[in-house]
């Protein structure tokens, strides 16, 4: 997907940066995006782009490619939510309606569901507790 969006971009004569897997200087293109006023749009695959980065000049996140793992998508996101941010961050999916995108959408959906039914917090844990279950507690 980021190649088709990188061909259009070169079509347009519109500048940015890339950073995939296969990136050898992540830093230089990092810093380039940050400190260039020409580049105002970074393409990067979720993956290389989910850890060692920091895009604090990034106002907007634009998923095009879902990841079976909602967790890699937050963790993307998050990198333009560091320490030195001064704007605040919009974040869309694109998702067209009917592709293998959108049942990945739901997939995610249901991996949420099923680790909140799992996973319990603190919070709900301590909701969930009886008057009588505290007493045995403390008895």
């Not at 200087?25 to 400190?35: G, I, S």
């Not at 604090?56 to 937050?74: G, I, Q, S």
């Amino acid at each position: 997907m980021l190649n088709l969006v990188k061909k259009s971009f070169d079509k347009e004569n519109i500048e940015y940066e890339y950073l995939d897997g296969r990136t050898k200087d992540r830093q230089a293109k990092v810093d380039n995006f940050q400190n260039n006023e020409n580049v105002r749009v970074f393409l990067i695959s979720l993956k290389a782009g989910g850890t060692g980065i920091n895009l604090t000049a990034a106002d907007y996140v634009y998923l095009l490619d879902p990841w079976w793992n909602p967790a890699v998508e937050a963790q993307a996101i998050d990198r333009c939510y560091r320490i030195g941010q001064t704007k605040k961050v919009m974040a869309y999916k694109m998702i067209c309606k009917g592709t293998i995108e959108e049942k990945i959408m739901k997939y995610q959906e249901s991996k949420k569901q099923l680790s909140a039914d799992i996973i319990q917090t603190d919070e709900s844990f301590v909701k969930a507790l009886s008057k009588e279950s505290i007493t045995d507690l403390f008895q």
